[in-house]
């Protein structure tokens, strides 16, 4: 009996002993717990301490566009598009140019850029199928940077683009382009339509081109003329040129392309032939701020700022002034540069006369003005 209670009281001190070293040990581990979290600002910020799940973010790289888009989708858009895609080699002189443009009609008429084709004395095109032909310009849109040229001798049947429309065209919208970047032939990048309407003032002394798509397909050299298409592979727009951060190289990201629209306008006359020509006033301006409203006494709330009148221009012989104030055009109230050009634009032609309503200080006058086209360069302002 002896011996088996003395085991039994050594049992006992062992199995105390054990609870108290397990005992402490937690102690210990929940101490250094509180303290790491005490130490660590950002885990005590982070929210209520229990419970708690830490676990690393799946690293999977950048989300490529692949994963965004329908692929199957993207490829039936290139499918149906890229045989009616062409090449355009241009030579003026000794200078030699290269350009994409879009077969919009199966007897071998395409849409392309102003600039790939502008004074060039021989225009040579390579279609997807590597067959070669001369082409000529039939008509072109110079301050929209657009020209129809036809391809000689090529026979009838040619694939084509269908011109889209751009009333179900938003933000966000599939956009793709094919085109000829530095001579590889029929490329093709996707994106999105980043925004509409833009203004493109791309030269300075040079028109500018209004209501562009701006989207985020990369463009580079070589996709000018090219189309723009959307999810049915219908053209909504005609590759025209890129925004250009300072100090960057190539492609940034900000494309534009001239829509669908401007060319549906314009296509029979230049079909027929014409050079279009659009109206133009004559001036230096901005839209009004409130500031300047202000700063020069005048009762306009909204409206276009005269800061010049150029010399010998329609403006300044209608008599137009420095800080006047355009507020109609031809009975049309206007509230910004881009109603001005738009209604111009839109609504009349160079050789027209047409009223102009401005305000001056605090009356209201109307003046008449002869419309003239624009200019191939447009004088320099006074600084």
């Known amino acids: 009996m002896l011996m088996t209670t003395g085991h039994s009281s050594q049992m006992i001190w062992r199995i105390t002993g054990a609870l108290a070293l397990v005992f402490f040990s937690m102690v ?13 600002p950002s885990i005590r910020a982070s929210g209520p301490l229990l419970p708690v799940h830490l676990e690393l973010p799946p690293f999977h790289g950048e989300a490529s566009k692949a994963q965004v888009f329908d692929e199957r989708q993207i490829m039936g858009v290139y499918e149906r598009a890229a045989p009616a895609v062409i090449a355009i080699f241009s030579r003026t002189g000794q200078r030699q140019g290269l350009g994409s443009g879009v077969l919009v009609d199966p007897s071998g008429v395409a849409l392309t850029n102003y600039h ?7 225009i040579e095109v390579v279609l ?45 919208a599939l956009a793709v382009a094919i085109g000829n970047p530095n001579g590889l032939e029929r490329s093709v990048t996707v994106g ?22 701006q989207t985020d397909a990369a463009i580079n050299q070589g996709n000018s003329g090219g189309p723009l298409l959307n999810s049915k592979g219908e053209l909504i727009g005609i590759n025209t040129a890129i ?69 010998a221009g329609p403006a300044a012989l209608a008599g137009l002034q420095r800080n006047d104030v ?21 609504a009349h032609a160079p050789g027209e006369s047409i009223a102009l309503g401005i ?19 447009i004088p320099q302002t006074r600084s």
């Open 243 to 311: 925004e250009v951060v300072s100090g960057q190289r190539g492609f940034g990201g900000i494309g534009y392309a001239v829509p669908v629209s401007t060319a549906r306008r314009y296509l029979e006359r230049m079909l027929a032939g014409e050079t279009i020509e659009h109206a133009w006033i004559g001036i230096s301006g901005s839209d009004l701020t409130p500031r300047q409203a202000r700063d020069i006494g005048s009762a306009a709330t909204s409206g276009v700022f005269v800061d010049e009148a150029l010399e």
């Open 359 to 377: 305000i001056r200080g605090r009356d209201r006058l109307e003046l008449r003005i002869t419309l003239a086209k624009w200019p191939e360069r």
């Open 116 to 122: 790939v084709v502008r004074s060039a004395t021989q």
């Open 326 to 346: 355009i507020v109609s055009v031809g009975g049309q109230t206007i509230h910004n540069m881009d109603d001005l050009g738009n209604r111009l634009d839109k």
């Open 28 to 40: 210990i581990g929940v101490a250094v717990t509180l303290g790491y979290v005490w130490l660590n």
């Open 192 to 213: 999105v339509v980043s925004g509409l309407n833009r203004t493109l003032r791309d030269t300075p002394g040079r028109a500018p081109i209004r209501n562009v798509i």
């Open 128 to 172: 997807s199928d590597r067959t070669r032909y001369t082409a000529q310009v039939l008509g072109g849109d110079p301050q929209n940077d657009l020209a129809v040229i036809r391809l000689l001798d090529a026979p009838g049947g040619q694939p084509t683009v269908p011109l889209g429309h751009l009333e179900d065209i938003k933000p966000g």
